[in-house]
């Protein structure tokens, strides 16, 4: 379902100018890293089949449904939480595979469990995994796409949440005749085998990853096996800097000696700055471009060849090397006593390796804030908005309209479909119209159809206009904020910080998920469903406003422009890593 990358002049990344063999590589990893998707959507979606008929076995009431909904999103919490740490220091594709392990752990527990306490216990389980996934996923695709195809590449991930999703719908279907909600648990169990298996054999590392943590070698190979030998080298370098050049733990695999290969990289960089290296000056101000791709952008020693003509964006709004040569940053003596002109990393403002923060607290410096803002918020209004009280509760939602069970459940996968399809038409659309106009229209469309459900269920109208409202909606939300959130959670974030962030937008995420499943029900029997979603709507109000306001272009930007758009936002100037004394 991944497009292919385009191979303009300018395309940037460790997987640019991807060769056809290359292509087909990043294609698959795509599709295999984004079966955590699957699993988040399937385990998210089968237990909207599965409550019609566990409720009647185990004697549930509404407080105890909305628990078994819920309590799953406790334990995504938690997993989206530690996520981030893990996958920094055990590498994505390790990371990826442990979450495969607990999704078995808890398909197993949820399809035996004996009673109310053995199945919330399950629901944890699986939680962790849904939520670790749902933070890595985005992460791993991120870092392995160039820019002109990022937005297709990191969407995969929520076409795989809707095609699990449907399936999910597709297996309550299936065994509803028997009432076997154990069965509807059970078939997860394949996809998480399918995970554990893609992490052991089939995924290869990022390659982001193995540069900063010093497996230097391995990084080139990879990247040489995507874009071909004579680039490997080109973009393993400017890999090298985006990720600070020298390895957190300083320790380089082809060798086992300490920072020694990356000295000699050092050194190989010093001489092309000078001018005896490839590229010459041009490589060099190319090379101080920050990352905007899998984990570092290709250094193409030259100017942006896809901008042809003049940039009429504002200067203050345009990465470094755009700038007239009067409003850049002053060339010179670093620190470092060599008078070349070293680039220094946000990360490091002192140009010594220095930060300021560490971990967590990383995301509160000032460079940072602005997308840990986005992020946050629009982590709260995808959720708040109301989504998964139609995902959860769409067959419980249909029978109080004065249809049974079963045809609750059959217009679910209806529902569900719509969601897949529309999903298909967003990815198609990302790369082409732009993330803004997408979010724009999705939020609009989600409050009007918000209004007209609330509308339909207080005035008691027929049950095919609510499910007309219903498809709608998930339609309006399928083909903007669905896809754009977990695109916009990849691209907002500096390099450094993005396992991180995305942790903490998909905590954020879950948080808002758990309250919304937790009090729907009580609260559509205390005002009514018509006033709850009326309170959704008002949500995505809020997020309309946030978006228009806020929330910058990145569709086809590398990180630099990302990140002075997003600044200019705030009312901030961009941080420019500061060369004069």
Request: proline share 5%; glycine share 16%; net charge negative.
């Given at each position: ?17 991807c ?115 749902s ?20 969407s ?123 590229g ?66 946000p990360?490091?403002?002192d140009?010594n ?34 989504i ?6 769409a ?26 399809v ?16 997408l ?11 918000l209004?007209l ?23 309006a ?39 919304v ?35 910058p ?29």
């Open positions: 379902m991944v497009q292919g990358f385009s191979q303009e002049p300018g395309t940037r990344g460790p997987v640019a100018h060769h056809p063999a290359g292509l087909r590589r990043v294609r698959r990893a795509g599709l295999l890293i984004a079966v955590g998707g699957f699993l988040f959507g399937y385990d998210t979606g089968v237990v909207s089949g599965a409550l019609l008929y566990l409720r009647q076995d185990f004697g549930l009431g509404s407080l105890q449904q909305g628990t078994v909904v819920s309590v799953t999103l406790i334990g995504a919490m938690v997993g989206a939480l530690v996520s981030g740490r893990i996958a920094d220091r055990l590498g994505r594709r390790t990371t990826l595979g442990l979450e495969g392990v607990v999704f078995g752990i808890g398909t197993v527990l949820a399809s035996t469990a004996g009673g109310y306490v053995e199945l919330v216990v399950a629901r944890v389980v699986l939680g962790l995994a849904v939520g670790a996934a933070a890595t996923v985005p992460v791993y695709l991120a870092e392995i796409s160039p820019p002109e195809v990022r937005g297709r590449v990191l995969t991930n929520q076409l795989l949440i809707t095609v699990g999703i449907v399936t999910s719908y597709l297996v309550d279907l299936a065994f509803a005749g028997g009432g076997n909600w154990r069965a509807m648990f059970a078939v997860g169990l394949l996809p998480a085998l399918t995970l554990i298996v893609a992490a052991l054999w089939l995924l290869p590392e990022s390659p982001h990853w193995l540069i900063r943590h010093g497996h230097t070698e391995r990084g080139r190979r990879l990247i040489a096996s995507v874009s071909g030998e004579e680039r490997a080298d080109e973009l393993l370098a400017r890999a090298q800097r985006d990720t600070d050049g020298t390895p957190p733990d300083g320790r380089d695999d082809t060798n086992g000696t300490n920072g020694t290969d990356g000295a000699e990289d050092a050194d190989t960089g010093r001489a092309g700055r000078a001018g005896g290296g490839p010459g000056s041009d490589g060099a101000r190319a090379a101080e471009e920050p990352d905007a791709g899998a984990g570092g952008g290709s250094g193409d020693g030259g100017e942006h060849e896809r901008r042809g003509g003049e940039d009429d964006r504002p200067e203050d709004d345009r990465p470094e090397h755009d700038r007239p040569e009067h409003d850049r940053p002053e060339d010179g003596d670093d620190g470092r006593g060599d008078g070349h002109d070293w680039p220094r990393h990360a490091h403002p140009g390796g220095r930060t300021g923060r560490t971990g967590w607290r990383m995301l509160l410096e000032p460079e940072v804030r602005p997308a840990l803002v986005v992020g946050l918020t629009l982590a709260a209004v995808q959720q708040l908005g109301g998964n009280t139609i995902i959860y509760y067959p419980t939602i249909i029978e109080r309209t004065g249809l049974d069970a079963s045809n609750s459940i059959f217009y679910s996968v209806f529902i569900g479909l719509i969601n897949l529309m999903t298909v038409v967003a990815m198609k659309l990302i790369d082409r119209v732009g993330r803004r106009p979010l724009l229209w999705s939020l609009g469309g989600m409050l009007v159809t209004a459900l609330g509308l339909s269920f207080v005035a008691g109208l027929n049950s095919e206009l609510t499910l007309l409202c219903m498809v709608v909606y998930i339609a939300y399928a083909g903007g904020l669905g896809p754009i959130f977990w695109v916009l959670v990849g691209e907002v974030f500096p390099p450094r910080a993005r396992a991180l962030g995305s942790s903490s937008a998909t905590t954020t995420n879950w948080l808002a998920n758990f309250v499943g937790l009090v729907f029900l009580p609260l559509a029997n205390a005002i009514g469903e018509g006033g709850t979603f009326w309170i959704f709507g008002g949500v995505c109000l809020v997020g309309l406003l946030f978006v228009a306001r806020f929330v272009e990145t569709r086809n930007r590398e990180f630099d422009e990302v990140d002075a758009a997003l600044h200019a936002r705030f009312g901030r100037r961009p941080h420019i890593p500061s060369q004069s004394r």
